[in-house]
């Protein structure tokens, strides 16, 4: 599976966080509601564009499109939690 460069991004934003196991549960549970969110960032986009790149929201709007690509997102940050879990158990023993 080729990994996108802002999936990749993205993951690393939330895991840096500490926030991967809540992202995971905010994006599976509103997985349904994804592609009415991509539409809503369309329709914001004029206004969003003063204080976002429109690449990044370009971006987001294919994330959020795109079952697959969001898919992959929470995959991203299921390793990444397993990861921690596992370097974090290495550490106590």
């Known amino acids: 599976m080729i990994q996108d460069p802002f999936i990749n991004q993205i993951a690393n934003k939330i895991a840096d966080l500490g926030l991967t196991t809540p992202a995971i549960l905010l994006l599976t549970a509103h997985k349904p509601w994804a ?47 397993t990861e921690s879990r596992a370097t974090q158990d290495g550490l106590s023993t």
């Open 35 to 81: 592609f009415i969110g991509s539409q809503c960032l369309l329709v914001a986009q004029p206004t969003l564009n003063i204080v976002m790149p429109p690449q990044t929201i370009q971006n987001l709007v294919n994330l959020l499109a795109e079952d697959s690509r969001l898919e992959q997102l929470i995959a991203s940050l299921e390793s990444r939690a």
